[in-house]
């Protein structure tokens, strides 16, 4: 199922179709770290500098390994000497 709902992303008929999605806000030290750590199991940065200061996708698959991969992608608006020191 979910890679039929990926797919369909990737054809731009998210406008179409409602598919499953599952956003996570509030204020600071509400828990939000804590509610995506719950669906991972994946700790996320406890750092007053760093938290979920930034966008968060996560996208989950079964798979025969576990594999995981991160990326922090940092906006192009950034310092460069900031973006450099997030990545």
């Known amino acids: 199922v979910l890679d039929t709902v990926a797919q369909v992303r990737k054809c731009g008929l998210e406008s179409i179709l409602s598919l499953p999605q599952l956003v996570v806000c509030g204020d600071q030290s509400a828990g939000k770290s804590s509610v995506l750590e719950a669906l991972t199991e994946i700790p996320f940065p406890r750092n007053d500098n760093l938290c979920t200061r930034f966008a968060t996708e996560i996208i ?8 995981l991969t991160i990326k922090v992608i940092p906006d192009s608006s950034r ?3 900031e973006q450099e020191r997030i990545r």
């Open 60 to 67: 989950l698959r079964r798979g025969p390994i576990n594999n």
């Open 79 to 81: 310092p460069h000497d």
